[in-house]
């Protein structure tokens, strides 16, 4: 019986690496964008290689669980999707790895270099953005009255357009839209938001319309608030509101005007053993490549990162209709918008989230 | 009898001396007792005490900018805060010098977040700065003190040296002062100013708002609690069932469902319109508030109020009551003065079993709370996992606690914890 025991207990440990050596960890949001990732990136890599992906739904608390693993000594992860805030940070605390891309990314089908092909969206040396995303308002086509509306101002217009509206719960983003609407320039827009004074003629803007507003913290709320009936419009991922829009059906519709551009992609956790830095440096090359960017349009309205996916990008997987669109980086939808500003929210947040916090809470 | 004449010790079978015999067989007990708790005791202390204790100490650990800038900080101790202008060369040159190595090891950047809870700005100074300092050779390209402040003018004031010079300390009480809206600086403690106090507010909430929870606990659960233990067994535990059946039921999914309940288009508000009661167009708030908060976490907690007053109701004989109704007492004085009374330990279990859950809380506030009904513990799980502040958050969990204690300590003096019976 013992020596049966003992010979297990070494097959077990014989096979056992392999076993590890055939399996990755990639971290995600969840819901419909973790689903695309899994049809566009996941699946095909497994057959290409045989290699099987853990999914981890993880990614709202990436930073913070990446520092926890970092000091425990023991990283568990290998692939993570964060938003490029937060690929910034985990970049400057060293618990993300550098990442060049031209050597360790595929170029374009014609020729043109990774970071050419990126161009701008390269914000940080550890991050591969995947797809542009953007903080814009849904608005319920039946309660908006006869005229719907067209710019963003109307958020602040509670004559015109009565009933509550849906913020998220935090300075970004807020603080600018109330800015733009109390007159300032949008080439000024941060200038004035750096000054005290600035800060407080956003919040008085906001203060205008604080009795009608409900304040979300989960990107699923506004969508939710929208089909209820409860908010006549809302801001939240553009991505949200195509579903409800076009797979629920629901009376609602896009205002694109002043939406936010974000970036949202991969980044390596620092730490790793070579073996694992290898496969997801692998894993990287391939899901990040031009055609598997402009695959995962085909499961959900995001715009891919790379120049040269664009124009590859075609018809929704399961509705059959065009996506190009319903993409924020679409001509028609990008008239007017802002890209996130990672300096500033970077130095602001904790500053301007304490004034906005004390000021919800008056 | 013999042995009552004899002047030596007692002694046992084997010759030892019958006290030193009784120690030992003691000891051996006691090691057997302590051999069976020790799998408890380990994983006790490695699992939660010195997690926690690690977590606490981060509230008043502040080794990095003397671990990052050692050079500078020895520097800066000659310099004059007061005195309003930069300091002089030999600072400059210290922090080039600890900036190099700091940059190698890429520890600039976190220093410069960290600094960033105390001044807006340094975060972005840190890492601009950064970019350039990396070109500059320590040995060779002194003075520094201009090309530091061509990098970016904030070297050259004095303000930004205060602010390295004054959380250069390795135990720091700032995060406890940020905690309680106040802040270091050179000039010692200071109030924050007043569009940034929310802190305090926020204990000060969570406080008066677990006090309503647990009494409205007490209301809705003394009744159900009576009428468990009085009724027969078999529908007592039908009744049971009842009570427990929501308490297995997934927190998330009870605190959405309330959410359903609640809403101004929800079911509430709709058989209200419904009924006549309230106008269409003055629906009730419900939710997003205080009060969604404080409906949605007695539902939640109640069970635990429930539990402990039935499982001391059960023992009161129902004949205290009969034979107080023999002696002529009305209904009101036999149920006031026989069995309130005996029914106490079992409203003080539940009480602070109820009101110490509560002072926690995190999720349901977060999801029904809005802005009026949120906690600090929402605040905690912001600096946690949001803004990175851990030494913020370990300084608000470590007066959370402290409070917890505090008002335990206060139950034990008024109430007696020996009151307190959970069966």
Known sequence: MKTKLTALAVTTA????????????IVSWGGAYSKSQLRAYHEPYSEKTGVTIINDDSSAEAVAKLRAMDEAGNVTWDVVDVVAADAIRLCDEGLAMEIDPDTQLAAAPDGTSASEDFGDLLVSECFIPQIVYSTTFGYRTDLVGDTAPTEICAVFDTATYPGKRSLEKRPINNMEWALLCDGVAKEDVYDVLATPEGQDQALAKLDTIKDD???????ADTPQLLADGEVIMGSTYNGRLF??????????AMLWDAQVFDLDGWIIPAGLSDERKARALDYIMFATDTQRLADQAK?????????SSAPLVGKHADLGIDMAPHMPTDPENAKNTFLYNYEFWADYRDDIDAKFQAWLAK | MSDATQSGPVLAADGTPLKRSLARSLRVQKMRAMALIAPLLIFVLVSFIIPIGSM???SVENGMVSQTLPLTVVALQDWDVESGEAPDEPVYQAFVADMVVAIENKEHTKLGTRLNYEQTGMSSLFRKSGRKIKRLDPAEDAPFKEKLIDIDKKWGEAETWAVIKTHSVKITNGYFLNAVDMRRTPEGAQVQPEDKRILI???QRTLIMSLIITCSCILLAYPVAWLLANLPARTANMLMILVLLPF?????????????????Q???????VWLGLVADDSRLALINNATGTIIAMTHILLPFMILPMYSVMRTIQPTYLRAAKSMGATNWTAFWRVYFPLSVPGIGAGSILVFILAIGYYITPEIVGGTKGVFISNRIAYHISSSLNWGLAAALGTILLGVVLLLYWCYDKIVGIDNVKLG
């Not at chain 1, 014989?14 to 960890?25: H, R």
């Not at chain 2, 297995?248 to 101004?264: C, I, N």
């Not at chain 2, 079911?267 to 209200?272: A, P, R, W």
Request: charged share 15%; hydrophobic share 50%.
């Open chain 2, 248 to 264: 297995w039921t997934s927190l998330l999914v009870r605190t959405s469902a309330w959410k359903v309940m609640l809403q101004q």
């Open chain 1, 299 to 307: 499961y959900i309205s995001y715009g891919p990162a790379r120049a």
């Open chain 2, 201 to 203: 507010k926020l204990f």
């Open chain 1, 14 to 25: 014989l096979v056992a690496p392999a076993a590890i050596a055939e399996e990755m960890t």
């Open chain 1, 243 to 252: 579903s409800v829009i076009e797979e629920q059906k629901q009376p609602v």
């Open chain 1, 213 to 219: 507003v409900i304040w979300w913290s989960a990107g």
């Open chain 2, 56 to 58: 606490l100490f981060r």
């Open chain 2, 266 to 272: 929800g079911v509430i508000n709709e058989t209200l």
